[in-house]
């Protein structure tokens, strides 16, 4: 029966791999007659140069002395591939397959495993294990062998770590100039949550790292600086929050105004995600429809949407009074576009840019919409990459059509913010963190789910199976094949969440602690946590839930009174006396002619 079922699959496998063949034939053919390339097809294009040309591929094998390779955990197939083209037995790989946390950009991480492991059992190669840690304090390694050794293996993880990957103290100079009378093993602090007051998990978690962090700078917690070698006053700079995603840093950032804590937020942002952006983009496409006379179409869109936007803030009323009776040119809005696109050929696209910013106060009314700084940090953004198309030959017109694309196909160009201040704690996300260490490292959120969505999906693909279809009748009915493909992408993703741990809890130097709400079912933790239970991990509070009953010696109960009071702190606009506009409006799209 199931061999039926998987059989009734193929004719719609050849059918869709027969469609994907020839979109691929017809977007190679349109690249290369325009001459346009994305970094997957230079990568593919470098691989096929150097198989099909022995004479090219024999020059680049010589010409390199040695081949060096850092990260190697995080190398794609597509990179392995062309390494192994034109290597001679002068490769260097440099990589700890446990930090392997890209798998969304094509990481391969058992690429990793599988020479690490080839190198230690056969001549083929030398491995070389470096297991001194001299980042840490023996006690904070000491606890992330604890943890790790209860969770991480070959099977889940991808790392044997009881066996060969345990971290080693090596800084002794903790243990003499560094030694201080504070406790530097993990804390676990847990919190009762009570659903009947309107406060959420993650506001009582960021309240309780708050008032943690000032209770250590008012009692001159004691730090040892590994640069200087001088045991010092703990400051605000020491301090990390760790979290796996961005969506609440601005909730933590208008809580730590309110205690008084200065907080840096590093995360990317994305310019096509950003309202204030638009708005732009709609301003200038407005003011080049005037000067062009043209697209009365795009030019009604760009005016609503610039119209009731914080620069102009024309009412409902107006604007469709202006639509309906053609009153549009009569708009002061109109007219300061009108007077502003009698420039557009008279200077460069960066100068007019700055010439329309100036104009219509773009910075003074950024501050009815919130947190000043950042919108600040994507105006620069859009400034440079004007800039820089500039410098290639485009116009403004040029420019705005870029700017279309970007918004209409969903491109997701990211850039950092960094609202960094000297002596400021930070906060960020995992994977921005990896790389760095701190002092005192935070980590909360541990309750957020992981994100398995795309297993839901009604076709999945997989490297090993490919096109992985269901059985079509009357209904949609999933095969045995799509079973085992979501079992091996479920596993593949929790021992990725649990490398991702891993580079969390590695970047403190003196302490970590996590913050949970209070766990009241104890899990008995005798050695490595069985298969079975860790591959239904579902959120990193599931791992602690696993190995609760060794984590008991270090838990803190706390409680704190988080009050919404954090909303109304004047530190939170940039102007105490902005009042805005609380009316709803409710949109429907409208086709305007």
Known sequence: EMKKELESTVSNQQEMISIIKELDKRLSIYKEQEEIYNFTDISRLAISIVMNHPEIREELTHSFHEIMVDEYQDTSDTQETFIGLIANNNVYMVGDIKQSIYRFRNANPYLFKEKYDTYRDTDQGIKIDLVKNFRSRREVLEDINLLFNQFMDDEIGGADYQASHQMVFGNMAYETDGKTPDNHHMELLTYQYDKTI???????????IGEDI???????????????GVIRDISYSDFVILLDKSKNFELYKKIFEYLGIPLSILKEESLSKDNDILVLKHLLN???RIFKKDNFDSLKYSFVAVARSYLFELTDEEIYDALVNDKIPETRLYQVCEELSKKVREMSASEFFLTVMKEVDYEGKLLKIGNVTSFQVRLEYVYNLIGNLEA?????????????????????????????????????????SKGLEFPICYFAGFASKFNLRDLKERILFDNTYGIVLPMVTDFYKDTILKTLVKEKAKQEEVSEKIRLFYVALTRAKEKMIMVVEEI?????SKGLV???????????????????SSLLPYERKVSVTPSKDY???K??????ELKLSTDMLEVEELELE
């Not at 990193?540 to 609760?548: A, D, N």
């Open 214 to 228: 000032k209770e250590k700078v008012k009692n001159k917690y004691q730090v040892f600086d590994k640069d200087t």
């Open 198 to 208: 309107p406060i959420t998990k993650d506001e009582q978690e960021a309240f309780i």
């Open 571 to 576: 530190n939170n606009t940039n102007e105490s």
């Open 530 to 548: 069985s298969s079975a239970i860790r591959s239904k991990y579902n959120s990193f509070l599931s791992i602690i839930k696993s190995i609760y």
């Open 567 to 569: 909303l109304l702190s």
């Open 392 to 432: 290639t030959g485009y116009t403004i017109e040029d420019i705005i059509t870029h700017l279309d694309a970007i918004f209409d196909t969903g491109q997701d160009l990211k850039f950092n913010v960094n609202t960094d201040s000297s002596n400021s704690c930070k906060i960020m996300t995992i994977h921005k």
């Open 286 to 288: 407005l003011i080049v």
């Open 520 to 524: 009241e079912e104890e899990t008995e």
